[in-house]
């Protein structure tokens, strides 16, 4: 009979996010004081994480966005949307908006105005 070594494998994956960050502190930090201004609706500054492969940018990034702005923010996968068009679609899409994706860019462009104006 064979051990399984992984239990849930949930934690691997990219879905998973973590309901406490160890050791970011300052980063989180960081990121709350470049941030938080929008929950104001004041200018917020660039933010541009950078760092090894796997060493906990994206986590970061959802975990701010799913703490802070969750029904303000959508994360897309841009290995997956490598275009404008793509970006805009998945993001409309996860702000609650149907596109069938044969608009043209200008469209989903005022499309997303809107949907930004009215939150």
């Known amino acids: 009979m064979e051990e399984e070594i992984i239990v849930n494998e949930l934690p691997l994956t ?3 996010i973590l309901t406490r960050l160890l050791h970011r502190d300052g ?21 541009f994480i950078v760092g090894p492969t796997g060493t906990g940018k994206t986590l970061l ?30 993001v409309l899409v996860k702000l609650g908006r149907s596109v069938h994706g044969r608009e043209p860019k200008g469209d989903l462009v005022k499309l997303l105005q809107q949907v930004l104006e009215k939150r």
């Open 61 to 90: 990034a959802k975990w701010m966005l799913g703490t802070y702005f969750k029904e303000r923010s959508a994360h897309v996968n841009c290995w997956e949307c490598r275009h404008t068009h793509e970006v805009l679609r998945e």
């Open 27 to 47: 980063q989180l930090k960081e990121l709350e004081r470049c941030l938080k201004p929008a929950l104001k609706n004041r200018s917020i500054e660039n933010i």
């Open 14 to 16: 990219e879905a998973f």
